[in-house]
């Protein structure tokens, strides 16, 4: 799983491998969503995160999916499901981090 902190009004790009989940985690005071555009492969909502609120989506479609948050339109983000690239930078975890 990869895990994508939301910070600063700021989605991250991330990439996994076909079959791979995210979770989105909103670290921000303001509300937040991860919504897949409409052109997206598969369209999915996180709906509204409040803070510390998480949201996790498997990809079982390989593909480039954009995402935005419904109430800051200005934050935008790919997903990058079975793309080339290497293993080693599929996940964006902060080692020791305690995401509980
Ligand atoms: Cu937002």
């Not at 991860?34 to 409040?50: M, Q, W």
């Not at 498997?58 to 419904?70: K, L």
Request: hydrophobic content about 35%; some cysteine.
């Amino acid at each position: 799983m990869v895990e994508s902190d939301i910070r600063g009004f700021r989605l991250a790009n991330v990439s996994v491998p076909v079959g791979g989940t995210v979770k989105w985690t909103n670290r921000d005071s303001a509300p937040h969503t991860a919504t897949a555009k409409g052109d997206a492969p598969v369209r999915f909502n996180s709906g509204t995160l409040n803070q510390n609120q998480s949201f996790s989506f498997t990809f079982a479609r390989a593909g480039a999916y954009d995402i935005f948050c419904e109430f800051h339109p200005n934050m935008e983000a790919t997903v990058t499901v079975g793309g080339a690239s290497p293993a080693s930078s599929t996940s964006t975890s902060v080692p020791g981090y305690d995401y509980n």
